[in-house]
């Protein structure tokens, strides 16, 4: 090689190759917007559904619980017939009495209310309302066909002043099933769909559930219910919301809040992707 010393060739085509590469790398420019545009959190689509439509929610929620309450109440002092009495079982004598659940058993005002807050879309929200009003009337005919009531227990309310409001307004009538329940049922099973869509954590769809089941407990623990009523209120909840769910599949009303995932990505590409199965 004319005196060329090998290490010296060597050398020189690492430098040659080194610049190759890195003139054929793509240029690095700053403060241009990554191709994959961020994936917005779940908490912050939440807090947008929130005010989405927010006052025809709130006066629409409101209105339908207080007709609600106005035809249990009725059915609760009018029954048709003497109401026959819930019998109790063992899963009953191995929940205690325990006064700490109240708030739990309380806390189905605010969960029931929160699935509605969360719709986006008019139509959505107003098939959600049909449904709950079908699961009201059919809760309620089975007040005024078949009414029924708790047994008697030995606990002392005098003692529970937590419990004077709640023994005072409802009593031990319109027993099986427990709305209670049902709605607690129904309103998680939607809760899990919007969850999904907005792309909600599993620890988040996890916590639905626990609230779910954690209401459900109160039901029986705060003596409002025995574990048959809460059975029957689970699967009348569970069927509504399966029913419901499946008629939206038959007759979508394309929700324009949560779209998929892959749609939201490629419209913010400004590219078109089919949808994973």
């Known amino acids: ?33 990554s191709k ?22 709130l006066i629409c929620t409101t209105l339908g619980m207080t007709v609600f309450f106005v035809v249990y109440f009725w059915l609760l002092r009018n029954p048709r017939h003497p109401p026959a009495t819930m019998p109790l079982t063992v ?53 005024f066909f078949c009414p029924t009531t708790l047994p008697q227990c030995d606990i002392d309310w005098s003692q529970h002043p937590s419990f004077a409001v709640l023994q ?18 129904f309103t998680a099973v939607w809760f899990q769909r919007l969850l999904r869509q907005m792309g909600a954590g599993r620890l988040v769809r996890a916590f639905n559930w626990l609230w779910c089941l954690g209401i459900l407990y109160s039901t029986v623990a705060t003596r409002q219910h025995v574990s048959l009523d809460v059975l029957a209120g689970a699967a009348l909840g569970a069927a ?4 419901h769910l ?15 995932r892959h749609v939201s990505m490629a419209a913010a590409n400004g590219t078109r992707r089919a949808p994973v199965g």
């Open 240 to 243: 509504v919301a399966v029913v």
């Open 246 to 260: 499946r008629l939206l599949r038959v007759f979508p009303v394309h929700p324009g809040g949560y779209p998929p």
């Open 36 to 57: 994959s545009p961020p994936v917005i959190g779940w908490l912050h689509q939440a807090a947008a559904a929130l005010v989405t439509w927010w006052p025809a929610k």
């Open 91 to 143: 899963v009953d004598r191995l929940v205690g009495f325990s006064p700490g659940a109240l708030p739990l058993y309380f806390s189905l005002w605010f969960y029931v209310s929160l699935a509605p807050a969360l719709l986006t879309d008019r139509r959505e929200l107003i098939s959600y309302g049909l449904a709950a009003i079908g699961l009201s009337v059919i809760g309620l005919g089975i007040f």
């Open 1 to 33: 090689m004319g005196g060329v010393s090998k290490s010296t060739i060597e050398t020189a085509c690492l430098a040659l190759g080194g610049q190759g590469r890195s003139s054929l790398a793509a240029p690095r420019i700053r403060g241009l917007p």
């Open 168 to 185: 005072s307004v409802d009593a031990s009538g319109n027993a099986c099933p427990s709305l209670h329940v049902a709605f607690a049922v």
